[in-house]
């Protein structure tokens, strides 16, 4: 498979990218090459894809389900009861929503954690995305479920060579208040053992930080560091509630955090330190969570909403410039993922999106990444490749009629348990 992008903007220049298999092999101002398919780029700029650092992807099916409510009572009375009914089949049919909408607004990446991993693995595979899978482990703080947690997640593991090599299936205990010490403690072994990501939500709200400290002692990520569970493989995520020291031990563990600024405000869960955080020098990306606390899974609406956050907290409109934001969106997010992309650069993976320069968010086309962070919609996405393969192009989707159907089949069937 080769692809050659003719005449597209890319760095304010006018120029030919041809892809062979998975990379991008050549970029010149004039390519003679002939290929299988050639895209016609005059209209277009060339851009890396997103990478979603932190979802749960089948909650598509939960949008708009359970609005409106503090984060505990959200989960205990709602989430959770519901989630008690889903089967395989409901996360498959809910990723593949995830999966059309991210495409959809040029993201090739997200780093799951939820139930059923396999439907979510499918799903990612078929629609030709990159993904991190995690069975999430919640052992309702019960250390004896602890052996039947690694079990799980290492079956997953095992399941590996099941999909293609774009899928891999990751460790992620839920968080401290729903997983024991043991669990944590052993499932960040197997994630060292193996080589494999490990995704944790920390310190998300004031209440987590406060039952922390009664329960341990500890403040959240203090508790985790006594555990031994931080190092560079894991990302923590939402991190809303952090002091200097756990600042310091973070950045010392090289620890990235997943800043999800729409759900972190749609449940109030109090305002993330943007500045405090850069001036300790920790690695962060931007994420969208679950569509249940955002509503959707829009890394544009999320860059946007992480610099306008940032801003209003520090009270200074120079804090989150749009060039770091789309950073923090796309390179940042790949490295952290361990994925040589998110640079449209030879020998980089062949990940990237086209976006029109006609679409009217994008008029006039001098000053593109300040205008996809501040003004971009998805609809001024072209085209999306991922791995060399293109997933979108004139904004069509394979499928996209018969995964919207699957999508509100699932749906009913699950409120309907
Ligand atoms: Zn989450």
């Not at 209209?43 to 997103?50: E, S, T």
């Not at 072994?189 to 500890?218: C, D, M």
């Not at 508790?223 to 031994?228: K, N």
């Not at 829009?298 to 520090?314: F, G, H, P, Q, Y």
Request: glycine share 4%.
């Amino acid at each position: 498979m080769s692809l050659l992008i003719k005449q597209v903007l890319l760095n304010n220049e006018r120029v030919d990218v041809y892809i062979e298999h998975n990379n991008f092999t050549a970029i010149k101002p004039k390519l003679s090459i002939s290929t299988d398919t050639v895209i016609d780029g005059s209209r277009f700029a060339i851009l890396p894809a997103f990478y979603n650092m932190h979802t749960h992807s089948a909650m598509t099916l939960m949008r708009g389900y359970a609005d409106d409510l503090e984060l505990h009572a959200w989960l205990e009375d709602h989430i959770w009861p519901l989630e008690s009914n889903l089967v395989e089949e409901h996360v498959y049919h809910g990723t593949r929503l995830a999966a059309l909408e991210m495409i959809k607004s040029g993201t090739v990446f997200f780093n799951d954690m939820y139930f059923f991993p396999y439907g979510t693995a499918k799903a990612a595979d078929e629609m030709g995305m990159r993904a991190d899978i995690a069975p999430v482990l919640v052992d309702g703080m019960d250390a004896s479920r602890s052996d039947e947690m690694i079990a799980y997640a290492k079956e997953a593991i095992d399941h590996s060579d099941d999909y293609s090599s774009r899928v891999r299936f990751a460790v992620s205990p839920h968080a401290i208040y729903t997983v024991s010490a043991d669990t944590l403690i052993k499932s960040a072994e197997l994630a060292r053992k193996e080589n494999l990501p490990y995704q944790i939500h920390i310190s998300e709200s004031e209440t987590e930080v406060k039952n922390s400290l009664k329960q341990f002692g500890l403040r959240p990520v203090q508790y985790l560091e006594s555990l031994g569970i931080l190092s560079p493989n894991v990302t923590a995520v939402h991190c809303v509630h952090l002091d200097d020291t756990d600042r310091k031990i973070l950045k010392n563990r090289g620890v990235t955090i997943a800043h999800c600024p729409a759900s972190n405000m749609k449940l109030s869960s109090g305002h993330f330190d943007y500045v405090s955080a850069k001036k300790a020098g920790l690695n962060i990306v931007v994420a969208t969570d679950g569509a249940c606390s955002n509503n959707n899974l829009s890394m544009l609406d999320e860059m946007k909403i992480a610099t306008l956050r940032a801003k209003v907290n520090s009270g200074d409109p120079t804090i989150a410039p749009a060039q770091e934001i789309f950073d923090m969106a796309t390179v940042k997010a790949a490295e952290a993922a361990g994925l040589n992309a998110g640079k449209i650069e030879v020998g980089m993976l062949a990940d990237c999106m086209l976006v029109n320069l006609n679409h009217p968010t994008l008029v006039p086309s001098g000053h593109l990444i300040s205008d996809m962070v501040y003004s971009a919609n998805p609809e001024c996405i072209d085209t999306v490749i991922c791995d060399g393969n293109i997933l979108m192009q004139d904004r069509k989707v394979k499928n996209e009629e018969e995964i919207i159907k699957g999508a509100n089949e699932a749906y009913s069937d699950l409120i309907k348990k």
